[in-house]
């Protein structure tokens, strides 16, 4: 039975075995992560402040460049994408496997959302089409 995820002006269905992360109280409230139960994660995040796509892409990547070393990014062309949202793929390694993160920057009810799954190659793959139902409610 799925579960129903409302807040931040959004509804829709996910996985009941995903777990919502507990924030730190500096992270704010903006934004909610999910734990996936084979590692990785799903995470919906209101934009702060006004950068544009390329930037808050570019901050990312160098954010995850920091932590891992070095980043392949991939624009990622989807079907259903609403007009200006844009999606990259990250690839990376972390001990010796390879980590997929889908980044998609979307403009939904009036707030720019950064929405993002991140997880080894393999649970990637298999959490795909789970991301690919969640961004169709979410769309509208």
């Keep these: 039975m799925p579960a129903t995820f409302e ?13 919502i992360a507990e924030r730190a109280s500096d992270e704010g409230i903006e934004g909610t992560t999910f734990d996936l139960p084979t590692g990785g ?11 544009s796509n390329d930037e808050l892409i570019e901050n990312i990547q160098a954010a995850i460049a920091k ?4 980043v392949e990014v991939d624009p990622v062309e989807m079907d259903d994408a609403l007009p200006g949202e844009q999606t990259v ?3 990376f390694y972390y001990l010796d496997l390879v980590i997929v993160s889908r980044l998609m920057i979307a403009r939904i009810d009036d707030w720019k959302f950064v929405i993002q799954m991140q997880a080894e190659s393999r649970d ?4 795909e089409l789970v991301m690919a139902a969640i961004l169709k409610q979410i769309r509208g």
């Design 7 to 19: 807040a931040l002006g959004l509804k829709f269905l996910y996985p009941d075995n995903w777990k």
């Design 41 to 51: 994660f799903f995470s919906i995040e209101r934009a702060r402040g006004l950068a």
């Design 67 to 70: 932590e891992y070393g070095e």
């Design 89 to 91: 793929d990250f690839r």
């Design 124 to 127: 990637f793959e298999a959490n």
